[in-house]
């Protein structure tokens, strides 16, 4: 059983950065691949970025390019999510992911995932 704890959510402002980082532990493996999904009020979670169990690649929704990095966290096991120039619309709760999938690509499905965080909430005002 992996478990997850994400933490650094928060409020700011349009435009603002804040840094999500979530903690694994427990489980089969050393590292795992993992990933960040949200969910805006009355909408879907959806993907937002993933980085594969080693760290070298990683993947992210056309909505955050360029705006958001994934990275593997200094502490073993965490991951963070660096999220600049952030707008109304980022407005979230956030989730972390973790597979047990042992192959090397970044993963960008819900359905592959499986181990979730408790979420931690994002608000961005204008």
């Known amino acids: 059983q992996v478990q997850l704890v994400e933490s650094g959510g928060g409020l700011v402002q349009a435009g603002g950065s804040l840094r999500l980082s979530c903690a694994a532990s427990?489980?089969?493996?050393?590292?795992?691949?993992m990933g960040w999904f949200r969910r805006a009020p009355g909408k879907e979670r959806e993907f937002v970025a993933a980085?594969?169990?080693?760290?070298?690649?990683?993947g992210y929704a056309d909505s955050v390019k360029g705006r958001f990095t994934i990275s593997k966290g200094n502490a073993k096991n965490t991951v963070d999510l660096q999220m600049n120039n952030l707008k109304p619309e980022d407005t979230a709760v956030y989730y972390c992911?973790?597979?047990?999938?042992?192959?090397?690509?970044?993963?960008?499905?819900?359905?592959?995932?499986?181990?979730w965080g408790q979420g931690t909430p994002v608000t961005v005002s204008s």
């Open positions: 427990g489980g089969p493996y050393s590292t795992y691949p």
């Open positions: 992911a973790a597979s047990l999938w042992t192959g090397s690509q970044v993963i960008r499905a819900t359905t592959r995932y499986d181990y």
């Open positions: 980085i594969s169990r080693g760290g070298g690649t990683t």
